[in-house]
């Protein structure tokens, strides 16, 4: 019982290692290896290689696999190129394997003290993440090492000698027990080596343990396919390409399968090198022979799997994937498109209003209510992701991105519940009471409505540039809009003065719609704080200079 229980928790530590190491290359080079896997890679040969280096840097085909669908989903890449990555990825975590078997004893514990004690002097910076990749690395190359340990005792049980030596050569039963090693370890690799130690105990022949190598390959594909279910289908495709490859593999070593034994049986190799190396050879010359075929394999996972369909509401978030939450540049890249979602129902909403001051709609219809409804249910999907992110390992950089994406998401909702309030005193005033603004009232309305649409639009791309001198057009169209705000609210007092019908009945509720436009056109302008609060700090003295009284 403590020897299974010694195995599953070293195949837990490399989980965690690997997810360590993913995570840490993530967050420090998680913009390069986006630019890297985001960009079209129409030829081949360069998607392939890509694929492999970027295995060999997150030690995790799995980690490809999510990187690449995750891309995919979000369209930022195509199928083609996504599956020759995939077929890369194969061969990284192939040589990766290769790697990993030399006596690394020494590395694992200088990898981990290095890492902790870079990791914990300078946590925020580039240097601490990378100490813990270090610390990811270490734990790694351990965990195999305990893989191997651990599983020595079992291999000498009687039964299961008796297991594996029910085991004869059948390709598909060898393979399924394969497939089912690498899904019970989460690791193709930690399949693979738990092979070539069977078969240098000599517990399991050559020919079967190619089976199980096999096996181990499968199942990779199969933990990938099974991993992208919740997203969408695009992302699905990738993993079901991959996992027809493997698949495919299986196909084409069968007729070869026994003279190919043969020959590796004459070499002058132990068994575990044999069984490492045909482990690389084989990925490198599997994806080598179908790499060209990849335009073929994604015309069929299209035909194989298509976009379900269903009625998709519009109140809900279409870019918050949750696999880029490891990747705080991609996540970010989301939670930006969908914070523009809400600009833009803030937008329509003014224009709404509008329509209603004018009497061209009643004042709060149908749809008003169900734009509101949207612009909340995107506010907190926003909040939600961006609450999943864990700000003390985001840089510097993303850190003040996050800042900026979440106030800018709180300041549209408050101004989506502010237009709604208006909408309905506006209503009250319209209905109950059977008042109407007068034509040079509701002129002036308009004037600094069009100031106020023209402001929220400069915001939003204030945000989405980070251009200090967007920024400072910005807090300019402020002042202007306020100087406007003034000069009106003086001019419908003089109306007051010369007591004119309309003005003095519409009086309050003149002031009120004014007053809420100003802090409206503050949650617009609140962005360009945001901007020259790290790009020019005199900027902001200079403004709060020019506000004051």
Same mark, same amino acid.
């Given at each position: 019982?403590?020897? *299974? ?35 079209? %890679? ?34 930022? %890449? ?7 990555? %995939? ?95 690498? %899904? ?67 196909? *084409? ?297």
């Amino acid at each position: 019982m403590l020897t *299974l229980l010694n195995l599953l928790s070293a195949v837990a530590l490399l989980v965690w290692g690997t997810h360590i190491v993913r995570t840490g290359i993530l967050r420090v080079y998680g913009t390069a290896l986006r630019r890297l896997l985001g960009q079209n %890679m129409s030829k081949r040969p360069l998607a392939f290689i890509a694929g492999i280096l970027v295995t060999a840097v997150v030690q995790s085909s799995n980690a490809t696999a999510m990187l690449t669908t995750s891309f995919v989903g979000q369209g930022l %890449m195509t199928l083609v190129p996504a599956l020759t990555i %995939m077929l890369g990825a194969d061969v990284g975590t192939a040589l990766m394997s290769r790697v990993l078997t030399f006596d690394l004893s020494w590395l694992s514990p200088l990898l981990i003290f290095l890492g902790v004690v870079f990791f914990l002097s300078r946590k925020q910076t580039r240097v601490g993440q990378m100490g813990r990749v270090g610390i990811g690395l270490g734990l790694i190359i351990l965990a195999l090492q305990l893989i191997v340990e651990a599983a020595t005792p079992i291999t000498q049980a009687q039964g299961v000698k008796v297991l594996f030596g029910s085991l004869t050569g059948d390709i598909l039963l060898d393979a399924l027990v394969g497939a089912l090693f690498a %899904m019970v370890s989460y690791s193709s690799l930690a399949a693979v080596l738990l092979t070539a130690t069977l078969a240098e105990a000599g517990v399991i022949s050559l020919p079967v343990a190619i089976g199980l190598v096999i096996g181990a390959n499968i199942g990779s594909g199969l933990l990938a396919f099974i991993s992208t279910n919740m997203q969408n289908t695009p992302g699905r495709q990738v993993a079901l390409g991959s996992l027809l490859y493997k698949l495919l593999g299986l196909l *084409l070593i069968i007729p070869v399968l026994e003279p190919l034994a043969h020959w590796m049986d004459s070499l002058n190799y132990d068994a575990q090198t044999m069984v490492i190396g045909f482990h690389v050879i084989y990925n490198s010359l599997r994806c080598a022979i179908l790499l060209p075929t990849t335009g073929w394999m994604a015309k069929l996972c299209s035909a194989l799997l298509q976009p379900r369909p269903q009625a998709q509401r519009e109140a809900g978030p279409r870019h918050l994937d949750p696999a880029a939450l490891s990747t705080p540049s991609l996540a970010l890249a989301n939670a930006t498109r969908e914070t523009l979602r809400i600009g833009d129902i803030v937008e329509n909403l003014l224009r709404a209003m509008l329509n209603v001051l004018r009497g061209h709609q009643t004042a709060v219809t149908q749809e008003v209510r169900q734009l509101s409804d949207e612009a909340e249910a995107l506010y907190s999907a926003v909040k939600l992701y961006l609450a999943q992110m864990p700000r003390e390992d985001l840089s510097d950089q993303d850190s003040h991105r996050w800042a900026e994406t979440i106030e800018l998401a709180v300041n549209l909702n408050l101004a989506s519940d502010l237009i709604e309030r208006m909408l309905r005193k506006v209503q009250q005033q319209k209905t109950s009471q059977r008042r109407s603004f007068s034509d040079v009232g509701l002129e002036e309305m308009a004037e600094l409505h069009t100031q106020l649409m023209a402001n929220l639009r400069l915001g939003l791309n204030v945000y989405l540039s980070g251009n200090p001198d967007s920024a400072r057009q910005l807090l300019k169209a402020k002042r202007t809009f306020r100087a406007l705000e003034r000069r009106l609210a003086h001019a419908h007092v003089s109306r007051l003065q010369r007591k004119v019908v309309q003005s003095i009945e519409t009086s309050s509720l003149h002031l009120e719609l004014i007053a809420d436009m100003k802090r409206m056109n503050s949650l617009f302008c609140a962005s360009a704080y945001a901007v020259l609060g790290t790009a020019d700090t005199g900027a902001l003295l200079a403004e709060a200079n020019q506000e004051t009284p």
